[in-house]
């Protein structure tokens, strides 16, 4: 756990118009959250005048994860409740925001419990499509979807959150190189590691990555950490006959092998066809 450069008593100064509840509910390389009222509080790590190379590289990914967060309007996505703003936190200022809490805690934590029933898959299926699909048509790939990343509010609404790699297409050619890369090394796609300027990246990449949270939703398991052969040929040969045994029903059943296929033109060349197929037989 990184270091945090304030006390619990400075952000709570801080925020006087927030009920802040500490100590805090998590931090990562990049932010630390707070339950704040009804809603997260997360303060970013760097110092905004700092001007290294690293502390340059941090603030992009922050404000490419506001744009993102303000451009997408969807339920199945987190969105911004106020900020990004600077406030003075102890003795330096740092970027807020706040954000929906994720009261029903994340995904990871639900699989520890074990495996989602069918009704619960196709639900948290049909959440993330949804959530791939707006973001795509704001010319956004999320790039990194993955059980962490994806948390359930009080009322039990799947949202995906963590747009900080989030690619804003605009912003880039498609087939640039940096686009690539994995974001999370057992739940990115096959082209994230191809690090050629030819590597296409697009809403099909956000749809391997639901396809391998699905399956690891229904399975139990990590489809692609199993023992045997390495993770990049693994995740080139998906063999859908591992789902027989789960009797799912046919609309998962059709629709995580198709998003698992290793090349993008063998996966849905929508997000509503996907979205079809899943309705087909959930």
Known sequence: MPVIPWTDDDVIRAFPEFAIEVPALGAGQQKVAYKAS?????????????????????????QREMSAMQATTCPHVATLVSGPELRTIGETERYWYTEPLLAGGTLKQRLRLGPLSHTEAADLARSLLLAVDAMWAQGIVHRDIKPD????????????????IALLTEM?????????????????????????RNT?????????????????SVMGYHPFRQPGTGHIEQLTSFDATVLDSFNLPAGLRELIPRLL?????GRYRSVQRALKALGSGS
Do not use: C, W
């Open 38 to 62: 009804d809603v997260a509080l997360k303060v970013l790590l760097q110092d905004p005048d700092s001007v290294d190379d690293e502390a340059a590289t941090t603030i992009e990914r922050f």
């Open 149 to 164: 990343n994806i948390g359930y509010l009080s009322d039990g609404t799947v949202v995906l959150a963590d747009l900080g």
């Open 172 to 196: 880039y050619p498609v087939t640039n190189s940096q686009l690539v890369g994995p974001g999370t090394q057992y739940y990115a796609a096959p082209e994230q590691y191809q690090m050629r």
């Open 200 to 216: 296409t990246i697009d809403f099909r990449t956000d749809l391997f990555q639901v396809g391998i949270v699905v399956a690891e």
């Open 261 to 265: 296929a290793p090349h993008q033109s």
